[in-house]
T-cell receptor, first 115, second 112 residues
Framework: DTAVSQTPKYLVTQMGNDKSIKCEQNLGHDTMYWYKQDSKKFLKIMFSYNNKELIINETVPNRFSPKSPDKAHLNLHINSLELGDSAVYFC??????????????FGPGTRLLVL | QQQVKQSPQSLIVQKGGISIINCAYENTAFDYFPWYQQFPGKGPALLIAIRPDVSEKKEGRFTISFNKSAKQFSLHIMDSQPGDSATYFCAATTSNTGKLIFGQGTTLQVKP
């Protein structure tokens, strides 16, 4: 069983469209994250939820809106997609938030290409 | 502002050699330093981590060396193998934020 899964794996869309990426973890963790990895492989945190509550909200355009229906799921909705949104988006989870030595477990990534 | 600077960007090592990746940080509030390994098409996975009160940590062929006064730490891969070919990220975090701040990544190629 995949610990952290994301759908879709690939997403190709036109500029201006709205799209969603879904993430599910079956590890029983309380905390989930969204990261963006750009074309140069730079990884940057976007959001984090702890037990459905937003705890990290980095400087991200408000076109990006995370939603956590329960602590096992964290979705990312992107409005009015722009060319610069093309990247790989990774979901991750950890047992607890704000615990220094918590391991974050990453999903396989969603490769988004905006044309 | 890049809080964690990583070098080199890419590294080619012969099988059996030592791979060394360096990182430097600015924020003295960082108090946990993990390294993540990412294979092509996969998500990053934790490899090894260290706290700043320890100068060295070894797990198998992987060793982290930590220099608190210089605000630098490095990953050494001994007896590098082709299966080690991947991108390696250093990272840093503080206990009150839970945010992992990543370095820029180093793409390692180990030649047979």
């Amino acid at each position: 069983d995949t610990a952290v899964s994301q759908t879709p794996k690939y997403l190709v869309t036109q500029m201006g469209n709205d799209k969603s990426i879904k993430c599910e973890q079956n590890l029983g963790h309380d905390t989930m994250y969204w990261y963006k990895q750009d074309s140069k492989k730079f990884l940057k945190i976007m959001f984090s939820y702890n037990n459905k509550e937003l705890i990290i909200n980095e400087t991200v355009p408000n076109r990006f809106s995370p939603k956590s229906p329960d602590k096992a799921h964290l979705n990312l909705h992107i409005n009015s997609l722009e060319l610069g949104d093309s990247a790989v988006y990774f979901c991750a989870s950890s047992q607890r938030a704000l615990n220094l030595e918590e391991t974050q477990y990453f999903g396989p990534g969603t490769r988004l290409l905006v044309l | 502002q890049q809080q964690v600077k990583q070098s080199p960007q890419s590294l080619i090592v012969q099988k059996g050699g030592i791979s060394i990746i360096n990182c430097a940080y600015e924020n003295t509030a960082f108090d946990y330093f993990p390294w993540y390994q990412q294979f092509p098409g996969k998500g990053p996975a934790l490899l090894i981590a260290i706290r700043p009160d320890v100068s060295e940590k070894k797990e198998g062929r992987f060793t982290i060396s930590f220099n608190k006064s210089a605000k630098q730490f490095s990953l050494h891969i001994m007896d590098s193998q082709p299966g080690d070919s991947a991108t390696y990220f250093c990272a840093a975090t503080t206990s009150n934020t839970g945010k992992l701040i990543f370095g820029q990544g180093t793409t390692l190629q180990v030649k047979p």
